[in-house]
């Protein structure tokens, strides 16, 4: 338990650093993308990761930082993607919003909004066929679920029974606007139930209570065949797009930050490895390491050049 609690605050603790380093930057004017941020959600995508294989299928939105670098684990070409560089993974085309990593198992993000949950449904009935024993994961905002494809895609992964995790990460927006104003329901998990698919529900900061939650998921998956649906809760620190915090009476409060910020994901694992009897300097230690990868990726992409211009006509399916 020792080594999870040590991968998982590592985790948690680049994805954190990473956009710290962005929000750092970024005034700069040299990262040409907007940043949708993940400061907040960490524990979500972090323990599901650590729960999952590393030849796992992982797809998610536009919210993509934590994604990738929880299934990763790779700085230099996430930065040099951000900067618009040749050295990124897509030759700096896809930047924040366009992030994947075919080769580690991120299949990749989408800007469209539930554009990714019908693809990895496809990929999990391809799973399925070739028998692989590979699992499929789709990360989507709760907006997503007022899209048809998500329903759609949900149907047809329960009839088929497809090895697949329906991931909702609901911090109550899409965009800026409630669930309230949105929903004219009270509780999603309630109607997918109906459905035949296990539910899982957790309102917790704690990446170690969501790895066990989707161990129990991938477990009970494997023996019923029915797939999966998360509805995990969470606060988005940061405004919907952008690197700074945004409050007002009529978005949210900041009464309501400060609260969910007293059980932050990274310090809430922090002190955990500290009562589970890590040494200060040893955190310390990673803390370094980590701070100096990120440090050397982000000098990298800085100087990193641009592609040519005949790269616009490469890669590109038209």
């Known amino acids: 338990m020792f080594d999870l609690n040590t991968e998982l605050y590592k985790k948690l603790y680049l994805i954190r650093t990473a956009e710290k380093k962005i929000q750092e930057y970024y005034p700069q004017d040299k990262m040409k993308t907007p940043m949708h941020m993940s400061m907040g959600e960490e524990a979500i995508v972090v323990g599901i990761c650590q729960a999952l294989k590393k030849e796992d299928h992982v797809f998610g939105s536009c919210r993509s930082h934590g994604l ?8 230099d070409q996430f930065f040099a993607e951000m900067y618009g560089k040749v050295t990124g993974g897509a030759k700096g085309k896809a930047g924040s919003m366009h992030l994947s990593a075919p080769e580690m198992g991120l299949m990749g993000v989408m800007a469209i909004v539930a554009g990714g949950i019908p693809v990895a449904v496809g990929v999990a009935f391809a799973n399925k066929r070739q028998k692989n024993n590979k699992i499929a994961a789709i990360f989507f905002g709760d907006g997503a679920i007022e899209e048809g494809c998500f329903w759609e895609s949900l149907n047809v992964a329960c009839l088929m029974k497809l090895p697949i995790l329906f991931i909702c990460e609901d911090n109550r927006f899409a965009k800026n606007t409630p669930d309230i104003k949105r929903h004219g329901y009270k509780n999603i998990s309630e109607i997918v139930s109906k459905f035949d698919c296990n539910v899982f529900e957790e309102e917790s900061t704690d990446a170690e209570v ?21 509805h995990l809760r969470y606060y988005r620190y940061l405004e919907h797009v952008g690197v700074n915090e945004y409050f007002n009476e009529e978005y949210r409060l900041r009464e309501e930050f400060e609260k969910w910020k007293e059980k932050d994901p990274i310090d809430l694992q922090r002190k955990k490895l500290l009562v589970l009897g890590m040494a200060e300097d040893n955190i310390k230690k990673i803390e370094k390491e980590i701070d100096d990868k990120i440090g050397i990726s982000v000098d990298l992409a800085d100087k990193a050049p641009f592609a040519e211009i005949s790269e616009v006509y490469k890669d590109v399916f038209l």
């Open 68 to 75: 990738y670098l929880a299934k990763t684990g790779e700085t």
């Open 210 to 230: 969501i790895y066990n939650l989707t161990r129990r998921a991938i477990d009970l998956m494997s023996a019923n065949g029915m797939p999966c649906f998360l």
